[in-house]
């Protein structure tokens, strides 16, 4: 045990110090106020990197007007424009089926309204806690850029007009080898098959990457079932080497149960993550998707892809009354499984493909908001707490724009970020011990809404050549030396990013990082 004294002594020293580097920042912080230093400009964004006071944000609060679609009109003008008796030009220089909704509180719930002349009123929740809304939209850290005219982001009423797009879906294919019960496609059901040709594909990863800004993105390839398609692989290699890192595929993990060998190939080629679907934790939880032992599936595809090197997302389709009673269930798992799963994504049902036509009254028992699940992460698996430990996914921009700054002004890329509504998705961090499996939230041990807040300032800060942020030139390229565990083939080289690594990469560390989180 140590002596009174030195401790007494050591705690002055640290008081003294923290407050000489609280009184410097604010003078730092008052000097850049006065004397604020112009944005920088990187080679790869189509405009100087906005300062916190130069962003603007959407409408939040409530009530509020906002712009909305009844579901009816859309359906209909659809049907017009596949019978060839609509152009599909209405889509663009049209407003069909555009119409306003407020969004209100009442009897502790935040609604969403709207009355179509044709349809009549449509009515939905959006939250069943006010506070946690309120909290949740009061997180946006504010918009990113504006979107230049190029041709590729107008679309009429819902260009695109701001951020720089985080996740890029191509949907390979609309085959599937399962049949389910919710899909969000209708995969197998339309009665064709629409399947990208590899000029397709090709283009589709080429203009995302040719446009300003040009940014990383979470190329997804989807479908139907992806792995289907026979320019999976050459899809998987060709966005890794135009310069993509975080190539994944949304599957239902059949193929890769069935043949490792596909898993070890999939890797090879730059598979970084699987985005898996996985819907419950048991056989008797998947039943809905109407294939018998579906959970062994998941664990042996689990096993094959964790064998190669790729990272697992558990993607769990929630439908309220069907399976929102397993939140507490599959984060258990991925906590049990941390040596294999990185982060557990909630999909609440959206009510599109196969379930388009579903009536209001199911509709609304079965709508699951991110509220919901705040809620339900406490009360099941004793997860968060609501007004504490969830963001919305765009409060990690922030971090972005920093990496931006480092990444310097020469940089061939800008990083990845995500700059969506606060009311599209939600997500929290924990910290799990590799043996013991016991787990904290992050927002739990630091206060992150300061450290969000720090590093706005610390972004905003950087001024000059003799700034440690200096913005001049991009560090060299590194890479990080991959293995790929049971695997005869070389190891691959992955460039270094900001996100985790596998557990194969991770040195001897005791804690591993578990994201969770939903959007709709
Ligand atoms: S939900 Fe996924 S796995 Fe199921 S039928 Fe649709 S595309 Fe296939």
Redesign the pocket.
Known sequence: MLPRKPIKMRRAIYGGVSKAAGALWSAARALDRRFPQRSFHPKWAPGPLAKQREKTFPNLGFPRETDSLCPRCVTEVRAQILSGEADWRLLVEGSPGEIKATIVEEDGRILMRKDCPKHGRFEDVMSVDPAFFKRIESLYPGRDFVIPKDGLHEHGTSSIKYGRGAVLTIDLT?R?????????????QVGYVHELEWEDVKKLLDDAASVKPRRQLSVQF????PTLSPHFLPAIRYAREIGYFSVQC???G?RFAQDEGFAREAAEAGLRFAYL?FDGVGNEHNQH?KVGNLYDVKLRAIENLHRYGVDITLVT?IVNGVNNDQVGDILKFAIENIDKINTVSFQPVSFT??DEDIDDETRQKQRYTLSHLAHDARAQAGIGEPLRDWYPLSASGPFSDLKDLLGGLEAEWGSLKCGCHPNCGIGTMLLVHQQTRRSVTVPSILNVDRLLDDVKQITDSARSPTCPITPRRAPPARAVVVPHPGSSQAPRATPVTTEATTCATAPSTVLRGLMTGASL
């Open positions: 609309n599937c080898n399962m049949m389910c019960n919710p899909c969000f496609m209708d995969a197998n989807s479908g139907g079932e949304a599957t239902n059949v679907q998707r389709t493909g196969r």
